[in-house]
């Protein structure tokens, strides 16, 4: 910033006193030769115009702060003219004589308004320069002012006349940073309009409809004026393209007006009055913007609660999304009934809020819907209906069909079933929400669960379930969130491993029997889950088993029992087991053997027998007894279950006779064995129970 002054009368003197910028710079000179007679009497000014003794010079701006009070003014008044008056010294050359006025309310800060480019009129002084604020002037309300002289060049020039009787109201710097000027008053004066108004309807704030009709208001004293001219802003006062009334004459005040179908939220009034020459006299514009809308809001968009839903709570929160409007929402109108016409109507409700909650009668169907209203009065169109239903009711515990009862599948692919639950309860209903189900599994009764399926129907498919035992149960919930009890949970197992191949035993292979009925023995099969079920014999005439022979469902777990065997033949055996999954193993070896029933006391054919063990069961050993009608090579041996032979009872001749057979079983386990007795011609087995 930059000030500097010169006094007139040390000027004349010839006395130069020069100061580094900033600070004042004062030079006398004689100011008799330059008192000018101008008549201000139209102007109010704190300067003496007619007793000029400074010459000043300061940028950015030079600023006089004007109370309106001090000259008698009553509020409102528009300031319709500016002046000020400037003095051009032939040893200050002026760089530039351009300038604007700026006109500041009493914060020093706000701008009113703004000229544009004015020139300067030299002189010692010169004449003032005069600046006409119609047709927009600028009106004051309340408290001062200020007005500011801004040159163009950051010298300060062109330079102005200023007298020296101070009071306090001169000022030089910029907005927020005024600096006294103590020396005297700057040459800058004011005038206002001989009239006085303003505009009192629409005044700001207002919300008005496009396409309706409104009444505008407005003052203007003294009542002797041509016209009254009315015309619309829609950018915040910088333009009045639109004409509101053209010629209103006195004493009317008001005009009932058609609003245009515009939009915008920066509208203000602005009032001409025309003096009885016909002559722009006085300018008022709203204080503030209003709005007009010509749109109205659209419809809300719904949230809660959604379409076709179901809620477990009486007290029931809906929500929507705000929508935008130019003037703004007033308020939304939510609506419930009973039915989707919305004649039935359970309550109405208009909220500022996009959101409300509302307490109803359980287990029934409801219909919602809201529409918006803007400031300006305009409801919107009303949303899409939804529906809801409140339901409180629990639904039914299932009934689990299948698998039930512990079986075993041999699929890790599980179908499973159970009976259905109607909406809630097996009446359904209205109020009664779709029903969905949750199934859970898992390989311990507890259930933890180790896999959760839903489902909307009763019944579903697990697939990649492993080899285990599983427990299973369901509950049922419907769509409003109420959940049953779990069914009582059931099991079933899954095993897809087929079971161990039987391994046979007697008769051995090649091996001969002479009795039309004979046991056909192996060793029980192990399953690794589900256990083993049955065994399937086969006995046939060939290896083939193309002529097979009737064998009887095995009379325990690793005996079959064969009556009215053919004798004089060959026959060929095997046997493969069942789990209780339905898995086959594969067929054990195939073992032939003789039947010689019919030939016995032929020669080369000798025949024995071989009686019960005893004691049965055997404790600490066992006994056999076994007769040969004639001399013959014997083996005696003792199996395990296992098929590991225990001991050796006899390996050798025989004579014919009798022969009595022990077995120490002190040291053996618990268990069951076979005794197995062969000679060239035949053999036989009988098994027995070692108990400890």
């Excluded at 393209?241 to 005040?253: F, L, N, Q, R």
């Amino acid at each position: 910033m930059y000030c500097a002054t010169i006094l007139l009368a040390a000027f004349a003197l010839g006395t130069q006193v020069n100061v580094p910028a900033g600070e004042d710079r004062q030079m006398a000179v004689d100011t008799k030769e330059q008192q000018t007679e101008i008549d201000f009497s139209e102007w109010l000014s704190y300067a003496d115009y007619n007793a000029v003794a400074w010459v000043m010079w300061a940028s950015p701006e030079r600023a006089t702060k004007f109370d309106p009070a001090y000259f008698g003014l009553t509020y409102p008044f528009q300031i319709a003219r500016v002046n000020a008056m400037f003095y051009y010294h032939p040893a200050l050359p002026w760089p530039d004589s351009t300038f604007r006025f700026r006109i500041y309310s009493g914060d020093g800060r706000t701008l009113l308004y703004q000229s544009g480019a004015i020139e300067a009129v030299a002189g010692r002084p010169g004449p003032p320069v005069v600046h006409s604020l119609i047709p927009s002037g600028v009106n004051i309300g309340s408290g001062e002012f200020y007005v500011t002289v801004v040159p163009a060049d950051t010298s300060g020039h062109p330079s102005s006349a200023a007298d020296s009787l101070p009071e306090g109201r001169s000022y030089w710097g910029e907005p927020g940073n005024w600096r006294r000027w103590t020396t005297g008053e700057y040459c800058i004066a004011f005038s206002v309009s001989d009239f006085a108004g303003r505009v009192l309807a629409p005044e700001g704030g207002e919300y008005w409809v496009g396409g309706d009709t409104y009444t505008v208001m407005w003052t203007v004293d003294p009542k002797d004026y041509l016209r009254s001219r009315l015309r619309l802003s829609t950018d915040g006062g910088s333009t009045f393209p639109i004409s509101i009334a053209p010629d209103v004459p006195p004493p009317e005040t008001t005009y009932r007006w058609g609003v245009p179908e515009l939009n915008s939220v920066a509208c203000r009034v602005r009032l001409q009055v025309f003096d009885t020459l016909g002559t722009l006299a006085f300018v008022a514009v709203s204080d503030s913007d209003f709005t007009i809308d010509s749109e109205a809001p659209a419809a809300p968009l719904l949230i809660e609660p959604p379409d076709g839903s179901a809620v477990n709570n009486a007290s029931v929160v809906f929500r929507w999304r705000g929508v935008a409007d130019l003037s703004g929402v007033d308020y939304y109108t939510v609506q419930i009934a009973y039915d989707s016409g919305f004649t039935a109507l359970v309550d109405t409700a208009r909220l500022a809020d996009t959101s409300y909650a509302r307490t109803l009668p359980s287990d029934t169907a409801y219909f919602w819907r809201a529409r918006a209203t803007d400031r300006s009065g305009q409801a919107g169109p009303w949303s899409s209906a939804w529906r809801f239903e409140i339901d409180l009711q629990v639904p039914e515990t299932p009934t689990l069909l299948e698998p039930v009862g512990g079986p075993w599948l041999e699929s890790t692919t599980v179908p499973f079933r159970w009976t259905p639950v109607v909406f809630g309860k097996a009446s359904g209903g209205p109020g009664f929400s779709p029903v969905f189900y949750i199934l859970q599994l898992d390989t311990v009764r507890g259930i933890r669960p180790l896999m959760t399926d839903t489902a909307a129907v009763p019944f579903d498919t697990l697939p990649f379930l492993f080899e285990s035992r599983y427990w299973w149960r369901v509950r049922a919930y419907d769509q409003a969130g109420n959940q049953g009890d779990f069914s009582p949970s059931d099991s079933f197992g899954i095993d897809m491993s087929a079971p161990q191949v039987p391994r046979l035993i007697y008769p051995p292979h090649l091996g001969g029997v002479n009795a039309d009925t004979t046991s056909l023995i192996w060793h029980a099969s192990d399953d690794n889950l589900s256990g083993t079920e049955s065994y399937h014999v086969q006995l046939a005439r060939d290896s083939l088993f193309t002529d097979t022979i009737p064998v009887p469902a095995p009379v325990t777990p690793d005996t079959a029992e064969v009556c009215s065997l053919p004798g004089a033949a060959d026959y060929y055996w095997h046997v493969r087991a069942r789990d209780r999954a339905g898995n086959w193993s594969r067929w054990s070896l195939t073992r032939m053997f003789s039947c010689y029933v019919g030939l016995a006391g032929r020669k080369g054919i000798p025949s024995f027998g071989l009686a019960p063990a005893g004691p049965q069961p055997a404790i600490r050993g066992a006994r056999f007894v076994l007769t040969l009608a004639e001399a013959s090579r014997v083996e005696a041996l003792v199996y395990d279950a296992t098929g590991k032979v225990m001991a050796t009872l006899a390996a050798g001749i025989l004579g014919a006779g009798r022969h009595e057979l022990q077995w120490d079983a002190q040291s053996a386990s618990a268990g069951v064995y076979c005794l197995l007795i062969r000679t060239p011609e035949r053999s036989a087995a009988t098994r027995f129970l070692v108990l400890k």
